[in-house]
């Protein structure tokens, strides 16, 4: 695609917002897997084919999911808060004496 042709493709697509705080919790492979995921989304989303549409739409907003050792610290920080395990209470058809 020459210059000109992708630099008009690009005006077609609707501004997206990107929350980037959970960038700075991943690795860099987790980081370039996100933002492959993040242009999907916006090449699936925020394409407009007329001008129309393009001018009433509203900014899209995209927000990252967390980096794997964050959320595991922060699943370690919730079990340090807790004071006694969950129970799991599981029924079968035999404890109703069919």
């Known amino acids: 695609m020459?210059?000109?042709?992708?630099?008009?493709?690009?005006?077609?697509y609707l501004s997206v917002f990107a929350d980037e705080f959970n960038l700075m919790t991943m690795t860099s492979a987790e980081q370039e897997q996100v933002l492959k995921d993040m242009e999907a989304f916006r090449k699936r989303q925020a394409f407009r084919k007329r001008y129309k549409d393009l001018k009433e739409g509203k900014p899209l907003?995209?927000?990252f999911p967390l980096g794997d050792s964050f959320k595991g610290?922060?699943?370690e920080i919730s079990?340090?808060?807790?004071?006694?395990p969950y129970l799991t209470v599981t029924q079968s058809s035999e404890d109703f004496g069919n």
């Open 2 to 12: 020459k210059k000109r042709q992708r630099k008009k493709n690009e005006q077609k």
């Open 61 to 63: 907003r995209y927000f």
């Open 73 to 75: 610290n922060l699943q």
């Open 79 to 84: 079990k340090l808060g807790k004071k006694k």
